[in-house]
Every structure is written in structure tokens, then in C-alpha cells.
């Protein structure tokens, strides 16, 4: 008696939390999904009318999705952003390597030190590391430049390439390099035939999420970049405070599907990482 009981219990309590949960996710997807919609208004102002979701010629237009294609600084924005999240995610996927390779070996002395000071761009609020960068950048010479912006947001995205490789690392037998070592490889044939195919689901998530951080980012482009290297959230940003256009609701369901892709991208890999480590 008491035993069914209890499971009465525990499956009531898992609909509660499965349902509670469910409230959640529409409570906070919801606002972003309503964005899609409003993207095909045909008015000049951000309205939302039932036509839209009948797909009426009077309210469905595809009319700012087309201002957005055609629109100069729009595309000069989406150029931007493309071509530092990418250049920026290389370099974090490099760095950040490096570092989990020497962090994840036993002989690295201070190694929570440095791990702290590698975690720290994700913990110190934007704003003070955008200050900063400013200030240093104005003394050497980078303000306003594109070397700049790549610093700067592959110092945002070292941290998760640092994190998702060593996760990949703990799965990686040490013995393996031993083995290596053993027959005569040297250090860089071991990682790229041995280490680099067990870990490189960990780089590719870690790249994605510092290739998402770059792309979405906008303090440090306020703060560093010029009016010809706005990005795509610097141009909605100033979109929002000198015109609001409905231009903004198609750029902004436009990047909910990137970020969706890329998202469920990092959540497969992040499985077969999964699958690969024995889970």
C-alpha cells in the first residue's frame, strides 16, 4: 500500500514539474516567437493584426524583408558581423585549445588560478571589460579598427571553447598519447591523428558558442567600433533609438533562426560528444 502510494506520488509530482516546466518554456519563448509575425506586418509601425496569421494580402507583406535585403547599411551590418564572429571564433578556437590541452595536464602548476582568469570574460559584466578595452584600445591604437573587434570578441568566446574541451578531455585517455609517443609520433602528429578526432566535437560547440556570442554581442561594439563596423545588433540598437522601423522584427527573426540552427547544431554535438565519452 504505502509503495503505491509512493509512486502515485512521484508521477503526479513529475507531471507537476513537467507541467510547471512546459509554463515556463511558453512563458519565456513566446515573446520572441511574436516577433515573426509582427515581421510580415504591412504597415509602417509595429502592429499586429489576425490578418497576418491568415496570410491576407491586406496585412501579410513581405515588405521588410525586402528593406532589409536592400537596405545599404543593413548588409554592410550583416558583412560585419559574418566577418568578425567568424575570424573571432577561429582565433578562440585556437587559443582556447591550447589552453584546455595545457589546463587538463597534471604538471600545470596554478592551473585554478588560470582557469579563473580564463572563465573571468564570462563572469565580469560586459559593460566594465567593454570600459576597459576602451581605455587600452585608445593607447594602442586598436580603437576603431577590426583587429580590435577580433580581440575582443575572441576573448569573449575563449572561455567556452575552454570549457566545452576540457569536458571532451575528460573522456580522452592519457594513455593513448603515451602509446603515441611509444611508436615515435611527435607532439603534433599525436593531436592531429589521436587527440584532435576524440575532441573535436567539444571545438566545433565551443566554436559555435563563441561564433553565437560574437554575432549577438553589441556593449563592445558601442564601446570600440566606428560607424562604417556597426554589426547587425549595433544597427538594430541605434535602429530602436533614432527610427523605429519595422526592418528591426525582420532582422530580428531572421537572427532567431540562425540562432536556432546553431543552436540545435551545438545540442547534437554536444549528444555525440555525449556518446563518444560512454553516456
Excluded: C
Excluded at 152 to 176: E, M, Q, R, W
Aim: no cysteine.
Amino acid at each position: 500500500m504505502i509503495e503505491k502510494i509512493e509512486k502515485l506520488f512521484y508521477k503526479n509530482f513529475y507531471r507537476l514539474i513537467r507541467t510547471f516546466s512546459i509554463g515556463v518554456f511558453i512563458f519565456l519563448i513566446l515573446p520572441i516567437l511574436i516577433l515573426v509575425p509582427l515581421s510580415f506586418n504591412s504597415g509602417a509601425f509595429f502592429t499586429f493584426t489576425p490578418e497576418m496569421l491568415s496570410f491576407d494580402p491586406d496585412g501579410f507583406s513581405l515588405r521588410w524583408y525586402k528593406e532589409f535585403l536592400n537596405s545599404p547599411n543593413w548588409m554592410m551590418s550583416v558583412k560585419n558581423s559574418f566577418f568578425i564572429a567568424i575570424v573571432s571564433s577561429f582565433f578562440a578556437i585556437v587559443f582556447g585549445t591550447v589552453a584546455a590541452m595545457g589546463l587538463n595536464s597534471e604538471k600545470m602548476p596554478f592551473r585554478s588560478l588560470i582557469m579563473i582568469i580564463f572563465i573571468s570574460p564570462m563572469i565580469v559584466p560586459l559593460i566594465i571589460l567593454a570600459a576597459g578595452m576602451y581605455f587600452f584600445y585608445s593607447y594602442t591604437g586598436l580603437l576603431s579598427t577590426y583587429t580590435g573587434l577580433i580581440i575582443a570578441h575572441a576573448i569573449l568566446g575563449v572561455p567556452f571553447v575552454v570549457i566545452n574541451v576540457l569536458t571532451s578531455l575528460n573522456a580522452y585517455d592519457k594513455n593513448l598519447t603515451k602509446a603515441s609517443y611509444s611508436l615515435g609520433a611527435n607532439p603534433v602528429s599525436t593531436f592531429f591523428d589521436i587527440t584532435f578526432p576524440i575532441i573535436k566535437p567539444g571545438i566545433i560547440s565551443g566554436g559555435l558558442f563563441a561564433f553565437i556570442t560574437s554575432f549577438d554581442e553589441v556593449v563592445i561594439i558601442i564601446f570600440l567600433a566606428s560607424p562604417e563596423q556597426r554589426t547587425i545588433p549595433k544597427q538594430m540598437f541605434s535602429g530602436l533609438r533614432e527610427q523605429i522601423s519595422p526592418t528591426i522584427l525582420a532582422a530580428s527573426s531572421l537572427l532567431l533562426i540562425l540562432s536556432v540552427i546553431l543552436l540545435v547544431s551545438i545540442q547534437y554535438l554536444q549528444r555525440r560528444n555525449e556518446k563518444l565519452r560512454g553516456y
